[in-house]
T-cell receptor, first 112, second 113 residues
Framework: GQSLEQPSEVTAVEGAIVQINCTYQ??????LSWYQQHDGGAPTFLSYNALDGLEETGRFSSFLSRSDSYGYLLLQELQMKDSASYFC?????????????FGKGTTLSVSS | DVKVTQSSRYLVKRTGEKVFLECVQD?????MFWYRQDPGLGLRLIYF???????EKGDIPEGYSVSREKKERFSLILESASTNQTSMYLCASSTGPSAYEQYFGPGTRLTVT
């Protein structure tokens, strides 16, 4: 079957760095996306990796290793507003009519 | 800005009722999706559509149907609502074949009593 594994909860303090891991087991792989969802809000797109390596967008970075079926989201200089759920999602086909497979999400709690 | 709107933020229905959840996007996106979100289970795909009148089953289509008569509108139908369909329902849209960047609506919290 298809599965994505990520930790259910992560806690950190303001100013720290936190890494949220995602390992996947899917029939195909064409890219890994990350989404953020604040409590009561809609998920919003953060980043996408199709190739191995690190993608940086401000305080957030996302990494992919296709050979290890593994990726992570790195959040630096944590702020209270980063407290949210983070979902990884895999695109497993390269064709029209493709949906994403989502992980169950990681709840990040940032304290002062 | 991409805007995805859902017809209701909160909805309360009785067991056995037929329920319609509507989703409209204003960015001419080809792909539209319906998910349900439950605590600890993440986002589970119910149905999606990559073109008008086209639909594909997701992971949990049982008890649901969909309709896409116009490109901007994607409806989720609960033929006979049951209490186990109490959930948060999220609609999303995306453009292009890759669909890796999806835009989500605010969600409808449905309670079936």
């Amino acid at each position: 079957g298809q599965s994505l594994e990520q930790p259910s909860e992560v806690t950190a303090v303001e100013g720290a760095i936190v890494q949220i891991n995602c390992t996947y087991q899917t029939s195909g792989f064409y890219g890994l996306s990350w989404y953020q969802q604040h409590d009561g809000g809609a998920p919003t797109f953060l980043s996408y990796n199709a190739l191995d390596g690190l993608e940086e967008t401000g305080r957030f970075s996302s990494f992919l290793s296709r050979s290890d079926s593994y990726g992570y989201l790195l959040l630096q200089e944590l702020q209270m507003k980063d407290s949210a759920s983070y979902f990884c999602a895999v695109r497993d086909r390269d064709q029209a009519g493709t949906a994403l497979i989502f992980g169950k999400g990681t709840t990040l709690s940032v304290s002062s | 800005d991409v805007k995805v709107t859902q017809s209701s933020r909160y909805l309360v229905k009785r067991t056995g009722e037929k329920v319609f959840l509507e989703c409209v996007q204003d960015m001419d996106h080809e792909n539209m999706f319906w998910y349900r979100q439950d605590p600890g289970l993440g986002l589970r795909l119910i149905y999606f559509s990559y073109d008008v009148k086209m639909k594909e089953k997701g992971d949990i289509p049982e008890g649901y149907s969909v309709s896409r008569e116009k490109k901007e509108r994607f409806s989720l139908i609960l033929e006979s609502a049951s209490t186990n369909q109490t959930s948060m329902y999220l609609c999303a849209s995306s453009t292009g074949p890759s669909a890796y960047e999806q835009y989500f609506g605010p969600g409808t919290r449905l309670t079936v009593t």
